[in-house]
């Protein structure tokens, strides 16, 4: 279902302030808590987040996976891609396991957070991003009963949060536009919808299958409309590849695993209107 107002969720943790410092000792203190349990020295779920100068967006993030409601054992595993701001300062604060790759580029960092990774399922997400409490049960679930059935990648849905120059309602009806060329795009290429901010697979058919291993790779908040020759970014070549080698790509549909992302993808494509045309042109008029 699309929503044209914000979960309660969400309203609630976009009223944390960003900065760690400007939340109060008792709730930083509680959160430290919260995220004790991603410490894990067997886990059986790895959620992989690449982070690059979000000292001022991670925590909203970080906030949302503490308070999940998963009894599977699961590490958090942060990539810090270079930053020069305080963000390994916040991991660093909050106990959150940190790896530094200083090749740059977003699939550089994944591969790293691949290979370091101790759990049998992968999930990725972004550092921008809000999961609902059900997510990682839901989605590695998925994974688990699809097992039979060679199910190696799963992906969910998602909705922009509203920014500085679009409402949530204006998002919600592009999202609603948005979901037919998700279908089609489901039903063709369905590697197109795996995103990193919200879809996961077995690890070692990730490793098996090289998966991140693109010729150019993505920076960070990168050019507008991504890869002019449509080929997928490297979490769509992930998929792709687990596809090729056999697998199954699963849609989970279900509201536990829709994320709330941040707009600044739609900002760097040039704003909403600008966006749509763009995806409208691409996927609807192309025959």
Same mark, same amino acid.
């Given at each position: /279902?699309?929503? @044209?107002?914000?979960?309660?969720?969400?309203?609630?943790?976009?009223?944390?302030?960003?900065?760690?410092?400007?939340?109060?000792?008792?709730?930083?203190?509680?959160?430290?808590?919260?995220?004790?349990?991603?410490? *894990?020295?067997?886990?059986?779920?790895?959620?992989?987040?690449?982070?690059?100068?979000?000292?001022?967006?991670?925590?909203? %993030?970080?906030?949302?996976?503490?308070?999940? $409601?998963?009894?599977?054992?699961?590490?958090?595993?942060?990539?810090?891609?270079?930053? %020069?701001?305080?963000?390994?300062? @916040?991991?660093?604060?909050?106990?959150?396991?940190?790896? @530094?790759? *200083?090749?740059?580029?977003?699939?550089?960092?994944? *591969? =790293?957070?691949?290979?370091?990774?101790?759990?049998?399922?992968?999930?990725?997400?972004?550092?921008?991003? @809000?999961?609902?409490? &059900?997510?990682? %049960? =839901? #989605?590695?679930?998925? /994974?688990?009963?699809?097992?039979?059935?060679?199910?190696?990648?799963?992906?969910?849905?998602?909705?922009?949060?509203?920014?500085?120059?679009?409402?949530?309602?204006?998002?919600?009806?592009?999202?609603?536009?948005? =979901?037919?060329?998700?279908?089609?795009?489901?039903?063709?290429?369905?590697?197109?919808?795996?995103?990193?901010?919200? =879809? $996961?697979?077995?690890?070692?058919?990730?490793?098996?299958?090289?998966?991140?291993?693109?010729?150019?790779?993505?920076?960070?908040?990168? %050019?507008?409309? &991504?890869?002019?020759? &449509?080929?997928?970014?490297?979490?769509? /070549? #992930?998929?792709?590849?687990?596809?090729?080698? &056999?697998?199954?790509?699963?849609?989970?549909?279900?509201?536990?695993?829709?994320?709330? *992302?941040?707009?600044?993808?739609?900002?760097?494509?040039?704003?909403?209107?600008?966006?749509?045309?763009?995806?409208?042109?691409?996927?609807?008029?192309?025959?």
């Amino acid at each position: /279902m699309i929503n @044209l107002t914000l979960p309660a969720w969400v309203k609630e943790i976009l009223e944390k302030p960003l900065r760690l410092s400007d939340n109060s000792p008792a709730f930083i203190q509680e959160l430290k808590e919260k995220l004790k349990r991603f410490n *894990t020295g067997n886990p059986v779920v790895s959620v992989v987040i690449p982070a690059w100068n979000e000292e001022e967006g991670i925590l909203h %993030t970080l906030i949302s996976l503490a308070n999940t $409601g998963t009894k599977l054992p699961v590490e958090l595993l942060v990539v810090d891609n270079n930053s %020069t701001d305080g963000t390994a300062a @916040l991991l660093k604060e909050l106990g959150i396991k940190t790896l @530094l790759e *200083t090749k740059q580029g977003v699939g550089h960092a994944r *591969t =790293s957070g691949l290979h370091h990774a101790k759990g049998k399922y992968i999930l990725t997400g972004d550092s921008d991003t @809000l999961y609902p409490a &059900g997510w990682i %049960t =839901s #989605m590695t679930e998925t /994974m688990i009963k699809g097992d039979a059935d060679k199910v190696y990648c799963v992906h969910g849905s998602y909705s922009f949060l509203p920014g500085t120059n679009t409402p949530r309602w204006q998002y919600g009806f592009y999202e609603i536009l948005s =979901s037919y060329v998700i279908k089609k795009k489901e039903r063709t290429q369905p590697f197109l919808n795996v995103l990193g901010y919200n =879809s $996961g697979f077995i690890r070692q058919k990730g490793i098996d299958v090289n998966g991140y291993d693109i010729a150019v790779q993505r920076t960070f908040r990168g %050019t507008a409309g &991504g890869d002019p020759e &449509g080929h997928a970014a490297e979490d769509g /070549m #992930m998929a792709l590849r687990l596809q090729e080698a &056999g697998g199954k790509i699963a849609a989970v549909n279900s509201d536990d695993a829709k994320v709330w *992302t941040s707009d600044r993808r739609i900002e760097i494509d040039g704003g909403l209107r600008k966006a749509l045309t763009l995806r409208v042109k691409k996927h609807l008029l192309k025959k």
